[in-house]
């Protein structure tokens, strides 16, 4: 049996005259935690779109995206069964991870929907053993306090660590991470990589999560697969990332990629930043 989780044949996505993705192909492993690193605009959210079935690629193309040993979608058009494949992945985003007026528990057991049946699903109701496991989930990640709060009195930090939570009552088999730490103060930025890199670890949950700054890829991720305008310029170790080959490969567009000299958040200085 492959450990491919994630199949990735020349994925060519075009919105108008501009090309997202130019025939990216990747694959990833079962298990893994890979950063997806790359200037703004170099295509890392619609890669990941991709994954989940939130973006087709274009028609007329031979793009092909296989997710846990099946189809998700071929030539721009979703599997039949993409919905039984999405269950297994979940998306953390960088921001409208919540809804916002319900409370903490009720978006958390919204990892559980795909399990209920559909009336169970329209009047929220849920067994207790459902309960049981997303309050479960709730103290895993630290904030089992908030169970019934609205979703919307939580800080940033704890909204993403509610997302992760319905991950794991999702009992998702990959997370898929879009910047989940962009807005971040620095000790939230940690925390929130560090239940990702323990989910991964613990669990088995393949993770990608797509990252601005390559100190963190450094930290927490061991693979790094780095777009530049639509294209996987690097994919492999993350330490092969130098600030010289990041030079070489983004050019003018490193400093976005590189810790700020007075960047209390950077976790990890692998290298030195000056050469
Ligand atoms: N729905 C869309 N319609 C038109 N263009 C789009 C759409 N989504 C993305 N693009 C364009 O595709 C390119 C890649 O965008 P994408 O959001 O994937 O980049 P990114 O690497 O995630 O950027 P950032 O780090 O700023 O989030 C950009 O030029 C963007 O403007």
Not at 68 to 75: A, C, K, P, S, V
Not at 181 to 200: F, Q
């Amino acid at each position: 049996m492959t450990n491919n989780v994630i199949q990735v044949t020349q994925l060519r996505k075009t919105f108008g005259a501009h090309t997202a993705l130019r025939d990216v192909s990747l694959s990833v492993q079962r298990g893994e935690m890979v950063a997806l690193l790359g200037a703004s605009g170099s295509g890392k959210s619609t890669l990941l779109r991709h994954l989940n079935g939130l973006h087709r690629a274009d028609a007329s193309s031979t793009s092909h995206v296989e997710v846990l040993g099946r189809t998700l979608q071929r030539g721009g058009r979703l599997a039949r069964d993409a919905r039984a494949t999405r269950a297994q992945v979940a998306a953390i985003f960088q921001q409208f991870n919540l809804v916002d007026r319900l409370s903490v528990m009720k978006n958390v057991l919204a990892g559980a929907l795909h399990r209920q049946p559909l009336w169970r699903g329209l009047f929220a109701q849920f067994p207790q053993h459902e309960l049981q496991r997303a309050f479960d989930a709730l103290k895993r990640v630290g904030i089992e306090r908030c169970a019934w709060q609205r979703a919307s009195t939580l800080s940033g930090g704890q909204q993403q660590r509610a997302a992760i939570s319905r991950a794991l009552v999702q009992g998702a088999q990959i997370i898929l991470a879009d910047e989940p730490i962009a807005s971040l103060d620095p000790e939230s930025s940690r925390r929130v990589m560090e239940l990702l890199a323990e989910v991964n670890r613990e669990l088995g949950v393949t993770v990608i999560v797509s990252l601005h700054q390559i100190d963190y890829a450094f930290a927490y991720c061991p693979r790094t697969v780095a777009l530049r305008a639509g294209e996987v310029v690097h994919d492999g170790a993350t330490r092969d990332l130098t600030p010289q080959r990041l030079r070489d490969l983004y050019g003018t567009q490193t400093d976005e990629l590189m810790p700020r000299p007075h960047d209390a958040s950077a976790p990890f200085h692998p290298v030195p930043l000056a050469a």
